[in-house]
């Protein structure tokens, strides 16, 4: 008498011994490529571009070895106490190179900008006493570049203080009619 319903042993056995070889090569699989992400990240390992305030020009340093950055769109202000008291000034597009240095000099300026009466008081008083804390922000989006892999968009921050003295135009470049360009070297925070 044979038994209903049931199956061959054998062939059952077969394509269990299928299942688990195929599971396990996606799983090598799967391993050989996280293993490759990661050692292609600590070759890499890409670093935040470097900026630096000068004369309130901007010099940007790009220190990766191996990846060059797009700058897509950056906008550079300057902000008094948190509150923005310039337009913003755009920043053509650009590609910077590894280990490449490049300078960048926006005209930031704000003759009509509305500012904040607290803000008013405090930039008066601030021009009196003959110096001035700024912050000058760049705001944009990069993307980085490896051979010829290009990644998506980040979001790049810039913030770089600024004390700025008043005085006779002596103490600064002119550069224009109404505008006076001033001596300062600052390090920037950057966040990407």
Same mark, same amino acid.
């Given at each position: 008498?044979? !038994? &209903? +319903?049931?199956?061959?042993?054998?062939?059952?056995?077969?394509? $269990?011994?299928?299942?688990? $070889?195929?599971?396990?090569?996606?799983?090598? %699989?799967?391993?050989? =490529? =996280?293993?490759?992400?990661?050692?292609?990240?600590?070759?890499?390992?890409?670093?935040?571009?470097? %900026?630096?305030?000068?004369?309130?020009?901007?010099?940007? $340093?790009?220190?990766?070895? &191996?990846?060059?950055?797009?700058?897509? $769109?950056?906008?550079?202000?300057? #902000?008094?106490?948190?509150?923005?008291? *310039?337009?913003?000034?755009?920043?053509?597009?650009?590609?910077? +190179?590894? &280990?490449?240095?490049? !300078?960048?000099?926006?005209?930031?300026?704000? *003759?009509? !900008?509305?500012?904040?009466?607290?803000?008013? =008081?405090?930039?008066?008083?601030?021009?009196?006493?003959?110096?001035?804390?700024?912050?000058?922000?760049?705001?944009?989006?990069?993307?980085? &570049? =490896? /051979? *010829? %892999?290009? *990644? /998506?968009?980040?979001?790049?921050?810039?913030?770089?203080?600024?004390?700025?003295?008043? /005085?006779?135009?002596?103490? +600064?470049? #002119?550069?224009?009619?109404?505008?006076?360009?001033?001596?300062?070297?600052?390090?920037?925070?950057?966040? !990407?």
């Amino acid at each position: 008498m044979s !038994v &209903k +319903g049931g199956g061959c042993g054998k062939h059952e056995s077969k394509w $269990r011994r299928r299942g688990k $070889r195929i599971f396990v090569g996606l799983l090598i %699989f799967n391993f050989i =490529l =996280l293993l490759t992400f990661l050692l292609a990240w600590a070759i890499i390992q890409p670093h935040k571009p470097r %900026f630096v305030l000068q004369d309130v020009t901007i010099y940007s $340093r790009n220190p990766n070895d &191996k990846l060059g950055i797009y700058y897509d $769109r950056l906008d550079t202000y300057a #902000t008094y106490h948190s509150q923005q008291i *310039t337009y913003r000034s755009q920043i053509q597009p650009s590609y910077q +190179g590894h &280990k490449e240095v490049d !300078v960048w000099s926006p005209l930031v300026y704000g *003759t009509d !900008v509305p500012v904040a009466p607290y803000n008013s =008081l405090a930039l008066a008083q601030d021009q009196s006493s003959g110096a001035v804390s700024l912050l000058i922000k760049m705001d944009g989006r990069v993307r980085w &570049k =490896l /051979g *010829t %892999f290009i *990644t /998506g968009r980040y979001h790049l921050y810039v913030k770089c203080p600024a004390f700025i003295t008043f /005085g006779s135009k002596m103490n +600064g470049i #002119t550069v224009g009619e109404n505008a006076v360009k001033y001596q300062l070297v600052q390090r920037c925070s950057v966040d !990407v």
